[in-house]
């Protein structure tokens, strides 16, 4: 039960960030492919998330498996094998998701402003489901699959291979390029909304990893809940700059 009782309680906190993703996806795209399948919706939906799914089991695993080896926490984890833990405050790293996330919406309003005259596509503030999609998706879900999983497996190879875990200079270079990695994951959804040249994808990759190391910090530093808690206090942050400014 040591690996089975965390695995299964963030599989199970997880999967209700996939039902709202699920909940928000529009079909039309997928019903208009010439090899989609003629099936009822909710199992298009159902459909449409298995490969999260499959990328959430396997970041799972990585981090239930491997964080302690490598001196990164979870709290939750931690309690269900019955070890002493502390819940990180959720003070700092609301207030810097918070912020970094006004900030971003800032740094995009000027990119837009130099990129298009001020135009910017795709920034109308998000219906209820949408919002709380991309709180759970993105607070649960990506944390789970990067950070508890490709941070974590990243932290361990640098182990196996120096007998040393990674201390600042090493641990940092692995944080970011865990955050350039979930910018990168942000240019197909960004294709749909508008034409992607370089200076989108760039700006696309850039702004999120800057996010993505808040994200990656506060999970080596803090836990993986203090990671959790920045992503997801983000997402109001950036609503709040883009209606503000």
């Known amino acids: 039960m040591w ?49 999260p799914f499959m990328l959430l089991a396997a970041g799972t695993a990585a981090g239930v498996g491997l964080s302690h080896r490598v001196g990164l926490t979870s709290w939750l984890t931690a309690r269900l094998r019955g070890e002493p833990a502390r819940f990180p405050s959720p003070v700092l790293p609301v207030a810097a998701g918070l912020v970094g996330g006004i900030l971003i919406a800032l740094a995009d309003r000027w990119f837009y402003h130099v990129y298009s005259g001020g135009e910017t596509p795709g920034t109308a503030l998000p219906t209820l489901m949408q919002g709380l999609a991309a709180i759970t998706y993105g ?66 990759i850039l702004l999120n990893a800057v996010l993505g190391v808040l994200y990656g910090l506060f999970y080596w530093k803090r836990g993986l809940e203090a990671g959790m808690m920045a992503h997801m206090a983000s997402h109001p942050g950036l609503w709040i700059g883009l209606s503000l400014f």
């Open 3 to 51: 690996f089975q009782k965390p695995f299964f309680a963030w599989i199970a906190i997880g999967a209700m960030g996939l039902l709202a993703l699920a909940a928000t996806i529009d079909l039309t795209f997928l019903k208009g492919l010439p090899e989609a399948p003629d099936l009822p919706d909710p199992v298009l939906r159902l459909l449409a998330i298995t490969q």
């Open 139 to 204: 607070g649960i879900v990506e944390e789970l699959m990067l950070r508890y999983g490709l941070l974590t497996l990243m932290f361990w190879a640098a182990w196996k291979l120096s007998g040393r875990v990674p201390g600042s200079v090493l641990g940092t270079m692995l944080v970011i390029v865990v955050a350039m990695l979930f910018g990168l994951g942000h240019l197909p959804a960004m294709a749909v909304t508008a034409p992607l040249d370089a200076a989108i994808a760039i700006r696309t």
